[in-house]
């Protein structure tokens, strides 16, 4: 099993930004996929971005510009800075490993992100 624990949200301003954390453990895996969601308040969950194991990095429309998302093997973490946040980015952040089939294998318990106008 593959435990996934999320961190680093919390209240921010407007304009502000913020880095998450997405710390695996239990079995080990070399380089597996790596994805982030988020989900408003009475929204489905959307997918924001991902970092493959190939190396190479997807970002969704809502994503692109504004967040980056990366990894540090040696602390098998992956990590999602947030820039320019804005009100309508308040949602819980979870991350995501192993796609299989557009299927993700693991996740994160969710870390709360609120941004305030």
């Known amino acids: 099993q593959v435990q996934l624990v999320e961190s680093g949200g919390g209240l921010v301003q407007a304009g502000g930004s913020l880095r998450l954390s997405c710390a695996a453990s239990?079995?080990?895996?070399?380089?597996?996929?790596m994805g982030w969601f988020r989900q408003a308040p009475g929204k489905a969950r959307e997918f924001l971005c991902a970092?493959?194991?190939?190396?190479?990095?997807y970002y969704a429309n809502s994503a692109k510009g504004r967040f980056t998302i990366s990894r540090d093997n040696a602390k098998n973490t992956v990590y999602l800075q947030m820039n320019s946040l804005k009100p309508e980015d308040t949602a819980v952040y979870y991350c995501a490993a192993e796609r299989e089939r557009s299927v993700w294998n693991y996740w994160g318990q969710g870390t709360q992100v609120t941004v305030s106008s």
């Open positions: 239990g079995r080990t895996f070399s380089n597996p996929d």
């Open positions: 970092l493959w194991g190939t190396g190479g990095t």
